[in-house]
């Protein structure tokens, strides 16, 4: 009796599994091996098949030498002819059958196939089209405070704005930012900085980029800095996860120093003003990578000048954010190098910033 009871299990699950192929899609390659499952689309010179063995595969079309659906998809020809019906195979290749009446085709010249509801790729391919000409505004303002009266009277500040204009396609971001800061009374911070990029990718992986800044720092005696580049970058990664993109160009960088003198009742000179001024090259790397709730930055610059490649300088900064409670504010906290190979007499090669902001982001 037990075995009987096994038996009518081993027929059902049998007979289960033939249903389960007779309905599936049938690919046969020209090979001649046969490959079952859901036909989920074909374009681009690919099949792309759900299966149970292997998840979604992909099988060049080169390969294929006939294909049938046990359900109705859209079949279009390379002459342009499109038509919503089960295709089964024929000895010249396939023929779709329709409610009102049948198309027959070579295999060869099939260039799409797509389920009932999905976009066909003309219809896709248009909707990306238009997607990456849309054009968004995004916002950021951040504020960083700090301060103390007691012995010693320490106060430092820091404001910035942000605003990115961004399609699919290209970006363009305009920076604002200032930072004050003083330790008794001595003048420890105080910088502004303005700064223009914009990148376009004109293919999925390349495109090119400008961008320019003016920058002054009176604790670093610098009156002036205005730097600009242009030139090529290429993505290397992008996904939903990360993207790395790659700069390569040409750059022009000024610099002007103001004299400096002694702090005595007749002050005397200790550094005369100078300033510095060549075209050069501008290397850079900027990364993102998303994690689940945060998102960490990086970006590193390389721009040593054509007068002498022993002039450079080196830019680096690392970013986290995270989310507060509501998705219009976040904290930012990160690290910034700035390495200038020959810098003013009296000024450090390298000047490291931390810091930890409070952002408003809005669109």
């Known amino acids: 009796m037990k075995n009987l009871h096994l038996e009518n299990i081993f027929r059902a699950v049998f007979a289960l599994a033939l249903v389960t192929t007779a309905l599936a899609d049938r690919i046969e390659l020209t090979d001649g091996s046969v490959i079952n499952g859901k036909l989920l689309s074909a374009e681009a010179g690919k099949l792309k098949v759900e299966t149970t063995f292997a998840g979604m595969i992909e099988i060049k079309q080169g390969s294929v030498k006939n294909f049938s659906t046990d359900e109705a998809v859209n079949v279009g020809l390379a002459g342009g002819s499109q038509v919503l019906g089960k295709v089964e195979v024929t000895d010249a290749g396939i023929k779709v059958v329709a409610n009102d009446g049948q198309m027959s085709a070579p295999t060869a010249n099939v260039a799409a196939v797509w389920r009932q509801g999905a976009d066909s790729p003309d219809t896709k391919k248009l909707k990306a089209e238009s997607e990456a000409k849309n054009r968004n505004w995004a916002y950021e303002a951040s504020i960083a405070i700090a301060g103390r009266q007691s012995t ?202 931390y810091f930890t902001n409070l952002i408003l982001n809005w669109k």
């Open 152 to 353: 010693t009277n320490k106060f430092a500040a820091a404001f910035g704005f942000k605003a990115t204009l961004a399609s699919a396609q290209d970006k363009l971001i305009f920076a604002l930012a200032t930072e004050n800061a003083s330790d008794n009374g001595v003048t420890t911070a105080d910088r502004a900085f303005g700064g223009m990029d914009y990148s376009s990718f004109y293919s999925a992986k390349n495109g090119w980029y400008a961008r320019t800044s003016l920058e002054k720092d009176a604790t670093k005696n610098l009156d002036l800095r205005s730097s600009s580049a242009f030139g090529l970058s290429r993505r290397l990664i992008k996904n939903e996860k990360q993207d790395l993109e790659f700069r390569v160009g040409v750059s022009y960088l000024y610099d002007s120093y103001a004299a400096i003198y002694s702090s005595a009742l007749v002050p005397v000179l200790i550094q005369p003003a100078s300033s510095f001024s060549s075209a050069g090259l501008d290397l850079a790397f900027l990364h993102t990578y998303n994690f689940p709730n945060s998102k960490l930055t990086n970006m590193i610059a390389f721009t040593p000048a054509f007068k002498a490649f022993s002039n450079y300088r080196l830019h680096h900064e690392s970013a986290w954010e995270l989310p507060i409670g509501s998705s219009m504010w976040k904290l930012k906290l990160g690290v910034a190098n700035d390495y200038n190979s020959k810098p003013p007499a009296l000024t450090d090669r390298l000047d490291t910033t």
